[in-house]
């Protein structure tokens, strides 16, 4: 099966080109790759990644190099509505660890999980292998807090990936730290997928909640986050995040004018 290729054509919300899919069309590439022998990146930028790559050049290199960029955000949605170049859906890293599991444990594949507490990622391989038979978990690590700043933390990270050969990888450490490592794992597993997902393997696991289907279907996803961490996300998503996102949307609907 040859790989299916990529959108000629991106929609830009400062500065950054999303891929114009949904969820569904994404899990159909990601697979038909795998099933190709060619592998690759997935990043889900939400409002305060794209907040991030406007001031960080490592930031937005990560993105930019990404095979598959997709809007993880409900406001970038809008924004691009305003712009008159829509995107056809929000598609989530914390919705996407279920259906591409779902897809490659239909091909027999494996997954590896890479984040969470200690623990956090074993338990969450266990619920994906319940819940999607044939799905094989080649391994989880759960990287102590600066780990990053080891590099014999990383050298051992990255033997044990490799040594796996897994099909598909979550990395769920957070943006950009998460990029970091995929960078770092990517040359040596040319055949494997890298996805970013932040939260969703603690979400997997049930450590953490998401929010309702009606909050993520109306935008407010993050205020149930929020909720749930307040001391952490208030200065994330008030001071920053709000006023980034309500610039997005005038600068969007201005533009289309």
């Given at each position: 099966?040859?790989?299916p290729?990529?959108?000629?054509?991106t929609?830009?919300?400062?500065?950054?080109?999303?891929h114009p899919l949904?969820?569904a069309?994404?899990?159909s590439?990601v697979?038909?790759?795998?099933c190709?022998g060619?592998?690759g990146t997935?990043?889900t930028?939400?409002v305060d990644?794209?907040?991030l790559?406007?001031?960080?050049?490592e930031a937005?290199g990560h993105?930019?190099?990404?095979s598959?960029?997709v809007?993880d955000g409900?406001?970038l949605?809008?924004?691009?509505?305003?712009a008159?170049?829509?995107?056809?859906?929000?598609?989530?890293?914390s919705s996407?660890i279920?259906?591409?599991?779902a897809?490659v444990?239909?091909e027999?594949?494996?997954?590896?999980?890479?984040?969470?507490?200690?623990?956090?990622?074993?338990r969450?391989?266990?619920v994906?292998?319940?819940r999607?038979?044939?799905?094989?978990?080649?391994?989880t690590s759960?990287?102590p807090?600066?780990?990053e700043d080891?590099p014999?933390?990383?050298?051992r990270?990255?033997?044990?990936v490799t040594?796996?050969?897994?099909?598909?990888?979550?990395v769920?450490?957070?943006f950009p730290?998460?990029?970091r490592l995929?960078a770092?794992?990517?040359?040596d597993l040319p055949g494997t997928?890298?996805?970013g997902?932040?939260?969703?393997?603690g979400?997997?696991?049930g450590?953490?909640?998401?929010?309702?289907?009606?909050?993520?279907?109306t935008?407010l996803?993050?205020?149930?986050r929020?909720?749930?961490?307040?001391t952490?996300?208030?200065?994330?998503y008030?001071v920053?995040?709000?006023?980034f996102?309500?610039?997005?949307?005038?600068?969007?609907?201005?533009?289309?004018?």
């Amino acid at each position: 099966m040859s790989a299916p290729a990529a959108p000629s054509a991106t929609v830009v919300l400062s500065g950054v080109g999303f891929h114009p899919l949904t969820e569904a069309e994404v899990v159909s590439r990601v697979v038909a790759d795998l099933c190709a022998g060619v592998g690759g990146t997935l990043v889900t930028p939400n409002v305060d990644i794209l907040r991030l790559v406007r001031r960080d050049a490592e930031a937005r290199g990560h993105v930019e190099s990404a095979s598959y960029v997709v809007a993880d955000g409900a406001p970038l949605v809008w924004a691009s509505r305003l712009a008159g170049t829509a995107l056809p859906e929000r598609v989530a890293g914390s919705s996407l660890i279920w259906s591409l599991s779902a897809a490659v444990a239909a091909e027999s594949r494996s997954v590896y999980l890479l984040g969470g507490a200690p623990g956090v990622a074993a338990r969450a391989g266990e619920v994906l292998a319940e819940r999607y038979p044939g799905l094989r978990v080649a391994g989880t690590s759960c990287p102590p807090y600066g780990f990053e700043d080891d590099p014999v933390a990383v050298e051992r990270i990255r033997a044990e990936v490799t040594a796996a050969r897994p099909d598909l990888v979550y990395v769920g450490l957070g943006f950009p730290k998460q990029e970091r490592l995929i960078a770092r794992l990517t040359p040596d597993l040319p055949g494997t997928w890298f996805v970013g997902c932040g939260a969703a393997i603690g979400f997997v696991a049930g450590v953490r909640r998401r929010a309702p289907r009606w909050m993520q279907r109306t935008g407010l996803e993050w205020a149930h986050r929020l909720g749930s961490e307040p001391t952490r996300l208030f200065r994330r998503y008030v001071v920053h995040d709000a006023p980034f996102a309500l610039r997005l949307l005038a600068a969007s609907a201005l533009r289309r004018r």
